[in-house]
């Protein structure tokens, strides 16, 4: 089967990590749809879609942990793994992850560090 075109932006590079799909190009990644069907993914109503550091797929509203050690530029101390993060929202771009820390206030977060809670 030959592989999907990116539905964010059309790159006809995308690979199979697990069982989503990641874009090269613009670094989107999809879940392909139950009958199988990479092209038709489950995030084709425009909303932006994130995944956990073991690939679970992230919602707006979920409970996050930290799974590691974040160094953040300014602030006196580092965010601890185990961190718990609340009513997280998931936006587009490089940090995918808009929330509120309890002690640090709003932060924007890569998917990759946290784990669904």
Excluded at 5 to 22: I, M, N, S, T
Excluded at 43 to 66: K, M, R
Aim: aromatic fraction near 6%; glycine fraction near 10%; charge should be negative.
């Amino acid at each position: 089967m030959p592989a999907p075109h990116c539905p964010a932006c059309a790159c006809d590079y995308p690979y199979e990590d697990r069982d989503h799909w990641v874009c090269p190009e613009c670094g989107h990644e999809w879940i392909p749809a139950p009958d199988g069907n990479p092209d038709t993914a489950d995030t084709d109503d425009g909303s932006p879609s994130a995944l956990d550091a073991n690939g679970n797929p992230l919602q707006n509203g979920d409970t996050v942990v930290l799974a590691k050690t974040l160094k953040v530029k300014g602030a006196q101390g580092d965010l601890k793994p185990g961190t718990k993060v609340k009513n997280i929202r998931i936006v587009t771009g490089d940090h995918n992850i808009d929330c509120r820390i309890d002690g640090f206030g709003a932060m924007k977060l890569k998917s990759e560090f946290v784990k669904k809670a």
